[in-house]
């Protein structure tokens, strides 16, 4: 069980303690109210199924497993996967905090998806369309972000937040004097994403307005393609009017100040209408978004390689046994597969 002894000594709700910490961390109320609903129904569940079972502190991968296999035909199959990924980040954090001893979860996710990133429904499409999309795309700003999701699968907040320092590329004929920073000084050609900005909070000397939702910092691994993309826009970026040089910054009405997921989704959307891959009211099953990136570079990459654990982590979506893995293997494993793996997007 995933119990701690301590953890509900003082009489606190576990759930109220999660969602407490998590509005410290800067979650929009819209998610702390999704994850309030969910885990309420969750433990509405298991309190009421299990005799054993008075709070989510006291389940274990049974009762997890069993609340999953309720939910079926009466919702969605990317809707429990949703809420199967809520659950999961709850006991993973309680766990980390020493609240709870384990995470129940973590089997229970092995046998499932752990993202509405496999929902069948979505568009498809194939490399080679998306190679002509990223084609038509002249701004070298645009076209730096765009290859970006494409070839990191990293989130919008995760890209808006990127410093000069989270990327490591041999800049030196653009008179750049910019270290990368000290975890990345022996990995060239990579970019780290970190766990740690939340909105509201300051970072680097700036105070974000984007959170970051990966389970753990990240090492992303930039190949030939994206390497040279991004060499194109350092070459025109300007100045920037943050301390933090964040990587993108605005080249219009807000000219050198850093992108915001705003400004992101109405990069992405603007080329999508252009394709016809986005319709007012279209909704995720037709319209190519920020996400849709992430869809692809997950759909594709694990369908190249096979290797879920490299594509969870290379995603965010990694447990303690995969960091455990993959982060002491880098060089061996987690680079080598992802370069003789990732699709080329330029033709």
């Not at 384990?102 to 929902?119: H, Q, R």
């Not at 038509?136 to 700003?141: A, D, E, K, Q, T």
């Not at 300051?202 to 939702?213: F, I, L």
Request: proline fraction near 4%; glycine fraction near 6%.
């Amino acid at each position: 069980m995933a119990t701690n002894a301590d953890a509900t000594e003082d009489g606190s709700d576990p759930i109220e303690y999660f969602l407490e910490d998590q509005r410290y961390h800067g979650k929009s109320e819209r998610t702390l109210a999704a994850y309030d609903r969910v885990l309420h129904e969750f433990e509405a569940y298991v309190s009421s199924e299990f005799e054993a079972v008075e709070s989510p502190g006291d389940a274990d991968r049974r009762e997890c497993m069993a609340w999953i296999h309720s939910l079926r035909g009466a919702r969605k199959p990317s809707t429990i996967a949703t809420y199967a990924s809520y659950l999961k980040r709850f006991y993973d954090y309680m766990n980390r905090v020493g609240e709870f001893d384990e995470n129940p979860m973590a089997l229970v996710m092995e046998e499932m998806s752990e993202s509405i990133d496999t929902n069948p429904t979505r568009r498809d499409i194939s490399v080679s369309e998306m190679r002509s999309f990223v084609d038509s795309i002249g701004h070298p700003l645009e076209r730096a972000v765009i290859v970006t999701l494409l070839k990191t699968g990293m989130r919008v907040g995760e890209l808006c937040n990127l410093d000069l320092r989270d990327l490591h590329i041999d800049v030196s004929r653009l008179e750049y004097d910019r270290q990368p920073r000290v975890e990345l000084e022996r990995r060239a050609d990579s970019l780290f994403v970190s766990a740690r900005p939340a909105r509201g909070a300051t970072v680097n000397g700036e105070e974000r307005t984007a959170s970051n939702k990966r389970e753990r910092d990240t090492i992303v691994p930039v190949d030939a393609e994206l390497r040279r993309t991004l060499e194109r826009w350092l070459a025109i970026r300007p100045d920037s009017r943050s301390p933090a040089e964040p990587l993108f910054l605005d080249t219009g009405e807000s000219w050198g100040q850093r992108l915001t997921p705003g400004d992101i989704r109405y990069i992405v959307e603007k080329h999508a209408r252009e394709r016809g891959w986005y319709r007012t009211g279209g909704g995720a099953t037709e319209n190519v978004t920020p996400h849709y990136f992430r869809h692809f570079f997950t759909t594709h990459l694990r369908d190249r390689t096979g290797d879920r654990g490299v594509v969870k982590y290379l995603r965010g979506d990694v447990a303690s046994d995969v960091i455990d893995t993959y982060t002491h293997n880098w060089g061996d494993q987690v680079r080598m597969v992802y370069e003789s793996n990732i699709y080329t997007i330029f033709s």
